[in-house]
């Protein structure tokens, strides 16, 4: 029979030929094109300036938070400490998280007591209102005083991956941020293949 | 069948009423399933714990003491060092009142205990339910204790 779809056969040799690495899927769900990360400017838990492009060179995941969050912010803390943990000590080194206060209680000093609680390398970042909410948004994320409680906040809990070059990759979903081994693939991903 | 009771029996096939044998209500999550997703990012699947961070359940005076104890600290959560055996463990264990309900808070307590310290007396629903309705207003992570 004569081919007569030849972009399905071309897709076809196409898929074929990709290597391996390629076939796996993602984790997290892939943001395509790359994108630059939004900047972020804040101030971080040593009272210093921050700066996102700072970390260039670095795989870089983003989350929101506040240090009183009862529950979901150190679990998913916790599980980013997991996945860096799980990679190897060459690759750890080149992995930072980033938490982002969203409660306006939270000081430098407030965050550099509470990261510790999960990893000694966490950077924690605060500043004025508006250019928290800002950032927030320039991810897509929000966040509100949630009026059932006095003092809860509810955020956004999704996570970014931003590669070495501060391209943004990928987003997680903080219910699979459980699943150690594939984090820790997809962050070694953006590190191999920058 | 004729065509409208065809019809009637699909729509009533893709309406979103839950079937009253909903497999989610017949099956419920075992203490051992929550562990594992909620508890070992932490505890960790052996239950030893992360070192500086997190203690070992093993030989834990916690697990050996008052069951009203643990019941507590797993609605409340907490945050703040232990020592155990000489080393110090600074860790927040989180709050979970809202994440999970008296039977299952009551099904991983048990969960751990028979696997940890099997000779505990075992907690039960009505305890936790008991304990939830005293510390409603009582605060989240409490750092001493």
């Not at chain 1, 250019?131 to 003092?151: L, M, P, Q, T, W």
């Amino acid at each position: 029979m004569i081919p007569r779809r030849p972009a399905a056969i071309l897709l076809a040799v196409t898929l074929f030929s990709l290597p391996a690495a390629e076939a796996r899927p993602w984790l997290g769900k892939e943001l395509l094109p790359a994108r630059e990360a939004p900047p972020i400017e804040l101030q971080d838990q040593n009272g210093a300036p921050f700066q996102l492009s700072s970390l260039r060179g670095k795989a870089v995941l983003v989350a929101f938070g506040f240090t009183c969050c009862p529950n979901i912010c150190p679990v998913m803390l916790s599980e980013l400490a997991a996945a860096r943990r799980a990679l190897p000590p060459e690759q750890r080194a080149l992995v930072d998280v980033v938490f982002i206060s969203v409660d306006e209680r939270d000081t430098a000093e407030s965050l550099k007591q509470y990261l510790p609680l999960f990893d000694n390398s966490f950077t924690g970042l605060t500043g004025p209102r508006e250019a928290i909410a800002s950032v927030v948004k320039s991810y897509g994320g929000y966040f509100r005083k949630d009026e059932r409680g006095s003092h809860a906040i509810d955020h956004s809990t999704d996570v970014y991956l931003i590669d070495p070059a501060g391209k943004l990759r990928a987003v997680f979903q903080r219910s699979q941020l459980g699943e150690t081994a594939a984090l820790a693939a997809d962050i070694a991903r953006v590190l191999e293949k920058p | 069948m004729t065509r409208p009771l065809a019809i009637a029996a699909a729509l009533a096939a893709v309406s979103c009423k839950p079937s009253p044998k909903s497999p989610l209500e017949v099956v419920p999550l075992s203490g051992a399933d929550i562990y594992s997703m909620r508890c070992s990012v932490c505890h960790q699947q052996d239950g030893g714990g992360i070192p500086g961070n997190c203690p070992p359940f093993q030989n834990s005076p916690r697990l050996a003491g008052q069951p009203s104890e643990l019941i507590h600290l797993v609605l409340q959560g907490r945050r703040g060092e232990v020592v155990r055996n000489g080393e110090t463990y600074n860790g927040i264990m989180p709050a979970w009142r809202d994440e999970l309900s008296d039977d299952q808070i009551a099904a991983v307590l048990n969960y751990i205990l028979e696997t940890w310290q099997p000779g505990a007396a075992r907690v039960s629903t009505a305890e936790v339910s008991a304990a939830r309705a005293a510390t409603e207003n009582a605060p989240l992570l409490p750092q001493d204790g």
